[in-house]
Nanobody, 121 residues
Framework: QVQLAESGGGLVQAGGSLRLSCASS????????MGWYRQAPGKQRELVAS???????NYADSAKGRVTISRDNAKNTVYLQMNSLKPEDTAVYYC???????????????WGQGTQVTVSS
């Protein structure tokens, strides 16, 4: 059983920064990609960023230039550094693990429980 444990969410003012972390545990077989989805109230879940086991990064257009994803394969941990946060970034952020660039939820095998990020104006 794979588990994803997120941390780092919270309340921040617009223009501020947050760093999310996600540690995975359990049997992770073969190649895997990790990433972050988010879901705002009344909206569908959307990919923020993903990173393959080889380190290839993929970002949503809304995240480019403000967000950096990284991973520590030895620790099975993925990080999401978010800068210049905007009120529209307010959402529940989910750590995910799956295959490929994780462009759609269909490629996600495991979801974390989510961590709330709230950006005040």
């Amino acid at each position: 059983q794979v588990q994803l444990a997120e941390s780092g969410g919270g309340l921040v003012q617009a223009g501020g920064s947050l760093r999310l972390s996600c540690a995975s545990s359990g049997k992770i077989l073969g190649r895997n990609s990790m990433g972050w989805y988010r879901q705002a109230p009344g909206k569908q879940r959307e990919l923020v960023a993903s990173i393959t086991s080889g380190g290839s990064e993929n970002y949503a257009d809304s995240a480019k230039g403000r967000v950096t994803i990284s991973r520590d394969n030895a620790k099975n941990t993925v990080y999401l550094q978010m800068n210049s946060l905007k009120p529209e970034d307010t959402a529940v952020y989910y750590c995910v693990l799956g295959v490929g660039v994780l462009r759609t939820p269909a490629f996600v095998d495991y979801w974390g429980q989510g961590t709330q990020v709230t950006v005040s104006s």
